[in-house]
């Protein structure tokens, strides 16, 4: 089994940061690929981003390409989501997700499907 644990979510005003964090135990080894996706209230899942834990290749929606950055530290098994100049319409729960292969692609939609997955964190942008 694969536990998930995120953290780092808060309150910002419109263009500010937050960094979230992930943090993984359990048979950390098998895992091949990891994501981030969120829901807003009233609204569907949507797919954040991916990365390849071997390889690092890294996959972003085009509403957050180019001001999130989802990165990995084998070493602390975690993985994180810088979130810069931050939207209103960036307010959400935000989960982390993980899958041993069966389900990776280069699509940040997989994640919503990855088979291991946290509780969530809070993101709240403020206009």
């Known amino acids: 089994q694969v536990q998930l644990v995120e953290s780092g979510g808060g309150s910002v005003q419109a263009g500010g940061s937050l960094r979230l964090s992930c943090a993984t135990s359990g048979f950390t080894y098998s895992i091949k690929c990891m994501g981030w996706f969120r829901q807003a209230p009233g609204k569907e899942r949507e797919g954040v981003a991916v990365?390849?834990?071997?390889?690092?290749?890294?996959y972003y929606a085009g509403s957050v390409k180019g001001r999130f950055t989802i990165s990995q530290d084998n070493a602390k098994n975690a993985m994180y989501l810088q979130m810069n100049n931050l939207k209103p319409e960036d307010t959400a729960m935000y989960y982390c997700?993980?899958?041993?292969?069966?389900?990776?692609?280069?699509?940040?939609?997989?994640?919503?499907?990855?088979?291991?997955r946290g509780q969530g964190t809070q993101v709240t942008v403020s206009s």
């Open positions: 990365i390849y834990t071997l390889g690092g290749n890294t």
């Open positions: 997700a993980a899958d041993r292969g069966p389900l990776c692609s280069p699509s940040v939609a997989a994640a919503l499907w990855y088979h291991y």
